[in-house]
Every structure is written in structure tokens, then in C-alpha cells.
């Protein structure tokens, strides 16, 4: 951030002495060492994050109040500027990179010394950063809490319910194509006839075991590290405070948190974040697998299996007229592939607790939220730009499925495989269907081999909903 003219800064002091301000900024010293100190991306905490960050220092004020620790006109003050962190009418006043202090102390003071200076200038209190907001707290357990409390919160509200509403719309078009019979498809190649409502039913249950999955990590995620303070003793906090301010907490935002079991973990280790980041790449690896599927099914659409039509959205090139191209399928492939490289990140940060602190806080919670945004939008498109709105050439289906030599398979009892595989590699050489071939080559009535050979027969079981 460039430095504003000597003229329009301001002094501010911290325990290193002297810094220059912004003089409309509303941090102070120690905010404006961490600017200058990590120039490194310019990625600021996501606003999950910030908000989550406000809803603590709120909280926390209204319990110390409660506990006698601070009187009752500064827990006010406080509580109304951290309502406003909280809201986002300040985030242009949280510049701290990413990339910073380990513990993300940068940010935890960020909050700190603008609650404090916003507090202070409505009440005419002196309201410190460190004496008032942050009394009670360390940036080592508000740091971790702002994670876990930002997480479940993006959860619940965003990612869920869109991960539900994809589900519910590809099951919607399941049902709705029931009636199609199409050609199976393993290593790529044809294999044995499968319903369509059968191939968007797994889809159906991977988006549903997927949500599964990261409902199961937030009872740990809902485990709050606030009372454990600089390593896990407490140490300058009161006894009660930890489980007043989980049910304070819990009263704000409907989510049922409670004092970690053990702070010292909780502190030290980010194992809830990765079990959820873990869920995060299943939910990733899901829509890859249905984006890709998606883009095959489109391929062509004379040169590829050309089975369904997309969407036409935008024009798929800048030299190829009439050219359209798998966009939405596209863009869910590539937020897979993100999310997959912040899961190795967040693994690699996840491990990296020295004793007593994680120091990689700021990254987890940057790379974790970006992740559930990214999945909640991709899953968003997918529902209503991509499976809402295919067709199916139910003509190319039914002719690729007749002359399909793989459905021999269902008289390899009758006839044997080597009998079989010769009248299967007899259909495919002539490109005639296979139920004409079988006449020829078997002994068996028109009637027997129409019924063996009947696709939709084939693809009877397999599901159990």
C-alpha cells in the first residue's frame, strides 16, 4: 500500500515506538507494521472471516461485562463497532495481507485498534485495543476460533443449501428421463446398457454423501479454542469466560458452539480444519467427475457421443463460427482443481503446529473459505445453467444402444462366452445389431433372444432408494 504524504498521516505509538498512519485510516501502529512488513499478495482474509472476527470481539465484550471486567458504557461502545466490523461498514479498513504473522496476530490487532478507535471516537471512552476489546483473548485462540466460527457459518447458510439444491435438481431431471435406455459406458467404451435416471442417480448420491461428509466434521468445527488464550492455560482470562461466550455466541448466530475439551489442542492443532477441507475435496472431486461426465455426454456433436445438448450460453469461439462450447462444466472442472490444490495447502498449514501454536492460521482460514465459496457457486451453476437445460437426442441413444455387440453379455449363460464373444465381434464388424446376429448364429427363438436381449430388462437393479 502506498505511503499517503507526509501531511495526510498521523502518528501512532506502540511498544517499538513510533509509526505514520493514513490519517483517515481507522487502524493504528501495529496494523501499519503488518502493511508494511507483508507486501506479499495482496489477498485479504475473506469477509466470513472479518465478520466472524466481529462477532467475537462483540461477544467477548458483552462477557466481560457480565463478569465485572468492563464496565458497561465501553462493552456498549464495543459491541456497537464490532457490530459494524460484523456487518462489513469497515472492510476497507482490514488491508492485512494473507500472508502475515503465522498466528495472524496482524489481524486480530487489525480488529483490535479499529474497534478501538470507533468505540473510543462515539463515546469519548478511552477504549485501548488491548486493555478493552481484547481483554480476555489472545490472537491465539480468536484467531482459530474466527476459523471455525466462519467455517460452520459458511456451511450452514451457503454450502449446504446449494449442494441440496443441486442434488434436488438432477434428480429432478433423473426422474424425468427415467424412460431413456442409453449405452453403459466403463473405461471409456461401451458396456452394458444403463437407464438415465441410473447415471444421474450417481450423481445424485455423490453430491448427497459428499454434504454428508462435511456435516459430519461440524460438531468438531462448532469446538471454539476462545478461553485458552496465549497457549492454552487461560492465562488471563476469567474461568467462566469460555463458556459464557460460546452461549453468548451460540444465541447470535443459531449454531451450537462450546468451549473446546481440550485447549491446548485446539490451540496447537487445526485437525477440524482439515477434516472439513478433507469433505471440501470429495464435494470437488464429485463435480469433476459430473463436469466431465456432462462434457462427454456433450461431446461432438457429430464427432463426439453427441447424447445430450447443453445449454447454449455464449459462443464457444473467436475464429470457429457457430462453435459452443462446455463452459459451465468447465468452470466447475477448474474450481475442483482449486479446490483440490487448497486442500494441499491447508494439509500441509494443518501440520505445521510448533507446540503450542499453529502457525499458519491466516492461510487455513483464507484457503478453507475460499473453498466453500468457490463450491457453493460452482454448485449453484451446475444446477441451474448446466443440468436444468440439457436436451437428449433420445434417436442417437436408441441407435447406439441397438447396435450395441456388449449386450451379448446377457446370453453368456445361454450360449457360453467364446459363442458369445465370436457374435459380438461378428455385430461390431458388420455394424449390425446384435439381435440379428444372435439369430443367425444361435439356435435359440426370436422370442427367447428378444427378451434376453431387451435392453431396458438389463438394466433392472442397482439402485435402492
Not at 505511503?3 to 517499538?16: A, M, N, V, W
Not at 473405461?187 to 442417480?201: C, N, S, W
Not at 454428508?212 to 476469567?238: C, S, Y
Not at 449386450?407 to 445361454?414: E, F, H, V, Y
Request: aromatic share 4%; hydrophobic share 45%; charged share 20%.
Amino acid at each position: 500500500m502506498a505511503h499517503k504524504p507526509q501531511e495526510d498521516r498521523r502518528i501512532e505509538r506502540d511498544s517499538l515506538g513510533e509509526v505514520t498512519v493514513p490519517s483517515d485510516a481507522l487502524w493504528g501502529a501495529q496494523t501499519q507494521r503488518a502493511i508494511d512488513n507483508f507486501p506479499v499478495s495482496g489477498w485479504r482474509l475473506p469477509r466470513p472471516f472479518i465478520r466472524a472476527l466481529g462477532l467475537i470481539k462483540g461477544t467477548a465484550a458483552t462477557v466481560n461485562e457480565e463478569l465485572g471486567l468492563l464496565d458497561a458504557a465501553r462493552a456498549k461502545a464495543i459491541r456497537l463497532a464490532a457490530g459494524e466490523i460484523e456487518e462489513g461498514a469497515h472492510d476497507a479498513q482490514f488491508p492485512v495481507d494473507v500472508f502475515q504473522s503465522g498466528s495472524g496476530s496482524s489481524t486480530n490487532m487489525n480488529a483490535n485498534e479499529v474497534i478501538a478507535r470507533l468505540a473510543g471516537g462515539r463515546s469519548g471512552l478511552l477504549v485501548h485495543p488491548n486493555d478493552h476489546v481484547n481483554l480476555g483473548q489472545s490472537s491465539n485462540d480468536v484467531i482459530p476460533t474466527a476459523i471455525h466460527v466462519s467455517a460452520c457459518m459458511e456451511v450452514e447458510a451457503r454450502l449446504l443449501p446449494a449442494l441440496r439444491r443441486l442434488a434436488d435438481s438432477i434428480e429432478a431431471r433423473a426422474a424425468e428421463l427415467h424412460h431413456i435406455v442409453k449405452t453403459g459406458r466403463t473405461h471409456l467404451m461401451d458396456a452394458m446398457p444403463v437407464r438415465m435416471d441410473q447415471e444421474l442417480g450417481a450423481w445424485v448420491s455423490q453430491v448427497r454423501l459428499a454434504a454428508a461428509g462435511i456435516e459430519g466434521t461440524l460438531p468438531r468445527l462448532r469446538r471454539l479454542a476462545q478461553g485458552g488464550t496465549a497457549v492454552g492455560t487461560g492465562v488471563q482470562t476469567h474461568e467462566e469466560f469460555a463458556g459464557r461466550f460460546a452461549t453468548h455466541l451460540s444465541a447470535r448466530t443459531g449454531i451450537r458452539f462450546v468451549p473446546s475439551e481440550d485447549f491446548f489442542e485446539s490451540l496447537s492443532s487445526q485437525g477440524a480444519a482439515v477434516a472439513l477441507s478433507g469433505q471440501l475435496k470429495v464435494v470437488a472431486v464429485a463435480f469433476m467427475k459430473i463436469a466431465n461426465d456432462l462434457r462427454w455426454m456433450g461431446s461432438g456433436p457429430l464427432a463426439g457421443l453427441g447424447e445430450i445438448s447443453l445449454p447454449a450460453l455464449q459462443p464457444g469461439s473467436s475464429i470457429m463460427p457457430g462453435k459452443v462450447n462446455p463452459v459451465i462444466p468447465e468452470s466447475v472442472t477448474m474450481v475442483s482443481a482449486q479446490v483440490i490444490g487448497y486442500d494441499a495447502a491447508i494439509t500441509v498449514a494443518g501440520q505445521s503446529g510448533n507446540f503450542q501454536l499453529n502457525a499458519m492460521l491466516p492461510l487455513i482460514a483464507c484457503d478453507l473459505l475460499q473453498s466453500i465459496a468457490l463450491l457453493a457457486a460452482a454448485a449453484d451453476l451446475l444446477a441451474t445453467k448446466a443440468i436444468a437445460g440439457f436436451t437428449v437426442d433420445e434417436d442417437r441413444l436408441s441407435q447406439s444402444l441397438e447396435q450395441n455387440p456388449i449386450l451379448i453379455t446377457a446370453l453368456t449363460g445361454r450360449i457360453g462366452y467364446d459363442a458369445a464373444a465370436r457374435i459380438a465381434l461378428k455385430a461390431y464388424r458388420e455394424r449390425r445389431p446384435i439381435l440379428e446376429v444372435a439369430r443367425e448364429e444361435t439356435d435359440l427363438p426370436e422370442s427367447v433372444l428378444a427378451g434376453i436381449l431387451d435392453p431396458r430388462t438389463l438394466t433392472q437393479g442397482g439402485m435402492r432408494r
